[in-house]
């Protein structure tokens, strides 16, 4: 296991680094706009923030890679079944934490339950869960060219969609697109995503379909990495990739927006090319040159080895937060960035130096199950 664990380093770390910065970008603390890269873009355009969910995918994928092997072992119905098993516990972990805390007050201040009628169904964990489906019956059941193949139909096959079914005038805006049609006639407005403008779901059910390629495209990085020495040859050929990925995808943005919310084919393809450089540029540093003096890559370890468990802690951690009630207009979450964050470094800054806080929190909580050799798996 720590050979394995040594010889796959890049790979550990580059999960860990997506849910460190995931935290961070998920918390940012209250009183001011925090800085323009740690959002997401409005609309069409790309931030460094719109990386970090794709970068999730890309790892999803890349553990695909290693336990495919051990699941040709076994039966096809054992197969499925795991398959099956595994979607259904991290979509009702999704669905649940959309959920929590399951109670609310009315405006007497009675306790009464927080109604499934207006709780969001789709989300992170979703999406997670059915691109793992997806991307698991594709590369166990189909040949490399085939998976290939569907990928592309997958990608071309949104973009046709988007613009045959959406709006005639403005198929690519936020209220005119076919993923809020889709949307709203499968779930209704109560239960999709209300952060925006308008009931609006970025991980809504059509959009879910080109995100199967960022697991699929991890999984074959996986693969890669896997079967070939890590040489600069094997380097330059992910590099290749990445950067022509990068390319199609600049080009495609021409006519194709890249687009977070709508998850468009161009946003497929600039991310995973990025994350094919990072990959990359892990494996040369930490592989090849082994620059790990002090031992930093095992920060970000502890967030890999645990890293659905900490997604969650971080989540609803921060509802509980939120829940508490210091003043009758303030809550806790708000108290802790005006009393300390905010008046320590007003502004961005101050926000930054919350999330950063919170994220080394749930780190420290990852830190002490790592130590004891807790490992929560689904």
Known sequence: ???????????????????????????????????????????????????????????????????????????????????????????LLGFLMYWFPFFGLDPAGHVISAPLSQTRIMGVLQRIALCYLFASLLVYYLSTKNVIIVSAVLLIGYWIILLLFGNHSQPLSMSGNAEIFLDKFLMGNNHMYHGEQIPFDPEGWLSTMPAIVNVVIGFFAGRFIQKENKSFESLAKLM??????????????????????????????????????????????????????FHWSHFFEIFGRNPLFIYLLSELLVVVLFMIRIKPRQNLFDFINSAFFQAIAPGALGALLFSICYMLLCWSVGWWLNKRKIYVRI
């Not at 664990?5 to 995931?22: P, W, Y």
């Not at 495919?68 to 979607?87: C, E, G, H, P, V």
């Not at 006519?255 to 977070?260: A, D, G, M, Q, T």
């Open 1 to 91: 296991m720590s050979t394995l664990k040594k010889r796959f380093l890049s790979l550990d770390v580059f999960r860990g680094m997506t849910i460190c910065f995931m935290i961070i970008v998920n918390t940012q603390g209250s009183g001011a706009v925090p800085y323009s890269p740690l959002s997401h873009s409005t609309w069409h355009g790309f931030t460094p923030t719109d990386l970090v969910f794709p970068s999730f995918l890309f790892a999803v994928g890349n553990a695909m890679s290693f336990s495919l092997d051990k699941y040709r072992q076994i039966s096809n119905s054992a197969f499925l079944s795991k398959i099956f098993r595994r979607t259904a516990l991290i979509f």
């Open 240 to 293: 290749l990739v990445g950067s022509l990925m990068i390319f199609i995808a600049i080009c495609w943005n021409m006519v194709f927006p890249i687009n977070k919310k709508l998850w468009t084919s161009s946003f497929v393809l600039v991310t995973s090319g990025l994350d094919l450089l990072i990959i990359s540029a892990l494996i040369y540093i930490l592989e090849i040159k082994k620059w790990n003096r």
